[in-house]
C-alpha cells in the first residue's frame, strides 16, 4: 500500500476500491481466420465462456463477430485476479484454430484504468 493509502480506514479504502479491495481485469484482442461458420463460432466462444472463463470463477464482457474482444475480470468481488489468469486465459485463446493475432492486455485496476 502506498502511504496515502495507509492514511485511509478500511471503510474508505474499500469505498475507494484501493488497497486490499484494489480489483484488477485485463483486456484480450484477437482477429478470426478468414470468416467461421457461425454455428463454430458460437461453439468456440461457448467453451471459451465455460472452459476459460467460468472455470476460473472470472466474467467476460465482450465478444463480436467481426473481431474478437472484451474484458476480463475476477467474477467475485474483491477476489484476486492475477498473472497466472492471464496466462490461462491467453494460452487458451492462442490454441483456437478460428484465432489469430491474439493479444492479452496487461493487468489494470479495473476502477481507474491505471496499473
Not at 467453451?47 to 463480436?64: P, S, Y
Amino acid at each position: 500500500m502506498t502511504r496515502a493509502t495507509h492514511r485511509l480506514n478500511r471503510r474508505q479504502r474499500k469505498k475507494k476500491h484501493v488497497g486490499e479491495f484494489q480489483e484488477f481485469s485485463f483486456a484480450v484482442n484477437a482477429r478470426y481466420r478468414g470468416a467461421p461458420a457461425r454455428p463454430a463460432l458460437y461453439a468456440m466462444l461457448d467453451e471459451f465462456i465455460d472452459v476459460a472463463i467460468e472455470g476460473q470463477g472470472l466474467v467476460f464482457g465482450g465478444g463480436g463477430t467481426e473481431a474478437f474482444h472484451g474484458v476480463v475480470s475476477s467474477g467475485v468481488r474483491f477476489a484476486p485476479l492475477g498473472e497466472c489468469h492471464r496466462a490461462s486465459v491467453g494460452a487458451w485463446l492462442e490454441n483456437q484454430a478460428l484465432l489469430e493475432d491474439v493479444v492479452v492486455g496487461p493487468l489494470i485496476d479495473a476502477w481507474t484504468g491505471s496499473d
